[in-house]
């Protein structure tokens, strides 16, 4: 009557059943959280221009964005403040910046980009702990030593992030910029992501440096090639680099290939003479 | 030695309707308590309904049971359904008057007019979904005659509850709903059950988790834990025979209550 054999079996069967929705919904998990990332990721790749400074100098934290405030704090005995930050304020990149200002001329509204990039960065530091004090105050007044050691630090915030506001001065944005890339080659080096590389170009392109852009896009290309502003870099920077033909041909292979509506509107451009 | 106790356990669960195996349960109790109370009431007619397998049955029994020695009580786990058939019965029942041929309902309300009991005899009918609505409504107007008290059992099913409206609400009746066990209440039914057939170590093996177990598979219906609990023991009983080593005696084993569940059907695996 009873075969407890065959109803081991089953129940084995049925243990494994039971616990299918929980193993599904784990994997499921997993897969939306390597989507979220690489949605990231991908982000990151869109909009470099405005995230990229910012998170470098955020990831780097004591190497460069503070050897960078530090320098700007001791705004005024400029070449004392890089002789202090040793590592990455080469001797020649100062000079860099001092020849720099002249050189601004040209790409002025590019480095606009990069200036509301680092005041949005400076503000991240300092907005929110103003904030919850703000709140906090508002809201009553419980203990007072709680409030007392809150306003104590933005107290001690303050007066860094005025100071960094009010030496933002062009010359040390430009070198802002050359920082930056030397240091995004750097770690690109190190782990040859391509979001890096595409950084780098865009930088390159940004100061008028063709070649260079033309350089890092098609290594970024070599590295992804479905990364769809790398292409528009790249093909830019040969039509900058008097090499339209090629140009046309590049957007007109990646357009088959991708479909890509930025690539499109850029081979009509071109085409129009619009972008020379 | 171990096999007979699970052997033993295991006829605690064999689904069968005895009065003797009542067990006093907390709810229940209360509920029979104001069941016995509006049976005494004159002109109440109580309907007692609620999901197969929620000890409607039991209860007319034991109902049965403690009124059989002190009043007129008869009790019909079948229905008849020849309508000729029933009014038979019922006059030889209540009144010792044996009809041949066919009595229909005019013919029994005679019967009934010229039989005046002292005392209003009480006629359980259970599974009453089974009449027919047209054999139903006889049985509510001989309840009106006020000579005759019924207490009737109904499934509760959706064309069960209109029979249900249609002829018992707008009247004088009381209805009675039966509902499964809670956990708790699960658990003292497992148990006492066991003990009443002197099976302790029976009841011993079951605590609060394995009865959340038992009580999630059978949503507390005391049949489906009958049905349950039964192949468990069953199960038990071919263990401690074929395979000793495979069982701990002194803890009931969810896998051999799941196994239970698969073979009886009340999970599909
Ligand atoms: N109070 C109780 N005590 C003991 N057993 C009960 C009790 N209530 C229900 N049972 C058991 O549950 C089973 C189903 O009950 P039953 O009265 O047949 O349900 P229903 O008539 O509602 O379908 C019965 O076989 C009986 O053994
Ligand atoms: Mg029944």
Redesign the interface.
């Known amino acids: 009557m009873l075969n407890i054999y065959d109803l081991e079996k089953k129940w084995l069967t049925y243990k494994i059943k039971s616990f299918l929705p929980v193993i599904s919904i784990f994997i499921a998990l997993l897969i939306i959280i390597i989507a979220i990332y690489l949605f990231v990721d991908l982000k990151k790749l869109n909009i470099l221009d405005t995230t990229i400074p910012s998170t470098i100098t955020k990831k780097q934290e004591n190497n460069i964005s503070n050897a960078v405030q530090e320098s700007l704090k001791k705004e005024t005995p400029v070449v004392q403040s890089k002789d202090i930050s040793q590592e990455i304020v080469t001797p020649t990149r100062v000079e860099e910046a001092i020849q720099l200002p002249p050189r601004n001329e040209t790409p002025s509204h590019e480095k606009n980009i990069l200036e509301p990039s680092m005041a949005f960065m400076e503000t991240m530091q300092s907005k929110p702990l103003r904030q919850t004090t703000n709140t906090q105050k508002t809201v009553p007044k419980n203990t007072v030593q709680v409030p007392k050691k809150q306003t104590a630090t933005t107290i001690t915030q303050k007066p860094q992030t005025q100071l960094t506001h009010e030496t933002n001065s062009i010359t040390i944005k430009k070198q802002n910029t050359y920082e930056d890339i030397e240091y995004v080659i750097k770690r690109f080096k190190k782990n040859n992501n391509p979001a890096l590389s595409l950084f780098v170009a865009k930088k390159y392109y940004e100061l008028g440096e063709y070649k260079q852009a033309y350089n890092y896009a098609l290594i970024t290309n070599e590295i992804n090639n479905n990364i769809e502003a790398s292409w528009i870099i790249f093909s830019k920077s040969l039509v900058k680099l008097n090499q339209k033909a090629k140009a046309i041909q590049t957007l007109q292979q990646y357009i088959n290939h991708s479909d890509s509506n930025q690539a499109k509107l850029l081979l009509k451009e071109i085409l129009s003479g619009k972008f020379k | 030695m171990e096999s007979n106790i699970f052997s033993s356990s295991k006829d605690v669960f064999l689904d069968a309707v005895n009065a003797k195996d009542y067990v006093q349960l907390d709810r229940v109790s209360t509920i029979y308590q104001s069941l016995k109370n509006s049976v005494k009431k004159p002109l109440k007619m109580v309907l007692l309904y609620g999901k197969p397998g929620t000890g409607k049955s039991m209860f007319l029994s034991k109902l049965y049971q403690d009124l059989s020695s002190s009043q007129q009580v008869h009790l019909y786990q079948t229905p008849i359904l020849d309508e000729s058939e029933f009014f038979k019965t019922l006059s030889k029942d209540l009144f010792n008057i044996k009809y041949i041929g066919e009595l229909n309902f005019t013919q029994f309300l005679v019967i009934l007019n010229e039989n005046n009991l002292y005392d209003i005899p009480l006629v359980l009918l259970d599974e009453a979904q089974l009449y027919s609505s047209e054999q139903m409504e006889k049985i509510r107007l001989l309840a009106d005659t006020r000579k005759i008290k019924f207490v009737i059992t109904l499934h509760k099913t959706e064309r069960e509850d209109l029979i249900a409206k249609e002829h018992f609400q707008t009247r004088i009746w009381e209805t009675i709903e039966l509902e499964n066990a809670s956990a708790v209440e699960l658990k003292m039914y497992i148990q006492k059950k066991l003990m009443k057939a002197n099976c302790f170590d029976g009841a011993n093996i079951f605590n609060n988790k394995s009865v959340q177990l038992i009580h999630k598979i059978t949503k507390g219906n005391y049949r489906d834990t009958n049905k349950l609990l039964y192949?468990v023991f069953?199960?038990y009983t071919?263990?401690s025979e074929?395979n000793p080593s495979k069982i701990n005696t002194r803890q009931i084993s969810n896998?051999i209550i799941?196994?239970a569940a698969?073979?009886t059907g009340l999970?599909d695996?």
Do not use: G, L, R, V
Request: net charge negative; aromatic share 16%.
């Open positions: 192949t069953d199960i071919w263990y074929n896998k799941e196994m698969i073979h999970i695996a």
